[in-house]
């Protein structure tokens, strides 16, 4: 299982805070397949998972999010969870 973890920073505008969502929902939705996040109890929490299969999605889901700079200036936490990690 590979899990990735990204939480915002809580102070960015209901605004910001919808854009960077739309951006990250679609940026796991690549043309390697789709990933559909995980439910969290926060709205600045985002959490995507899958088994191997779903590797090279996840993998392009955050390529396509380094170059995002509205992201970069946002983000708090970002993490990759390897299966082996854990």
């Not at 796991?28 to 600045?44: A, C, L």
Request: net charge negative; hydrophobic share 40%.
């Amino acid at each position: 299982m590979y899990k990735v973890i990204i939480e915002l920073k809580k102070d960015i505008s209901d605004g910001t805070l919808k854009e960077l969502t739309e951006i990250i929902n679609k940026a796991f939705d690549n043309r390697v397949g789709k990933v559909v996040g995980t439910e969290t109890n926060s709205p600045y929490c985002f959490e995507f998972s899958g088994s191997k299969d779903m590797f090279g999605c996840l993998q392009l889901g955050l390529l396509i999010l380094k170059d995002v700079s509205i992201f970069w200036n946002n983000v708090d936490v970002w993490k990759w969870i390897d299966e082996d990690d854990v």
